[in-house]
């Protein structure tokens, strides 16, 4: 993961990851993610990439799902991108 011009690291696809501590969940101008039932990683903090669309999903809780993030221990979105890599092979093999 690179940092660059001594801003946050980047992720996979160019976007900088967020880190959010817990304390600052609620500021106006807060990056802390949230569902239906609250704030996640609600007593420490959050490190999540925006995953491969770049949209972190604060209006839309859906546009999460490809969001890689620090508290989701079962690694769901790993399913998502082994898709999405397999399209993306077919796809390729189909071009070529």
């Known amino acids: 993961v690179e940092d660059h011009a001594g801003g946050a ?11 959010v501590p817990a304390y600052a969940y609620e500021e106006e101008d807060s990056q802390a993610l949230r569902s239906d039932d609250g704030f996640y990683a609600p007593d ?10 770049g949209n972190p999903g604060f209006e ?10 620090s508290w989701d221990e079962d690694r769901t979105w790993r399913t998502l991108y082994s898709e999405r890599q ?11």
Not at 9 to 19: E, H, K, S, T, V
Not at 44 to 49: A, P
Not at 86 to 96: A, C, E, I
């Open 60 to 69: 839309e809780t859906l546009k999460q799902r490809d969001n890689i993030v």
């Open 44 to 53: 420490t903090y959050q490190l999540y990439s925006p995953g491969m669309d």
């Open 9 to 19: 690291p980047l992720d996979g696809w160019a976007q900088p990851f967020q880190y």
């Open 86 to 96: 397999r399209t993306y092979l077919l796809n390729k093999g189909r071009r070529q």
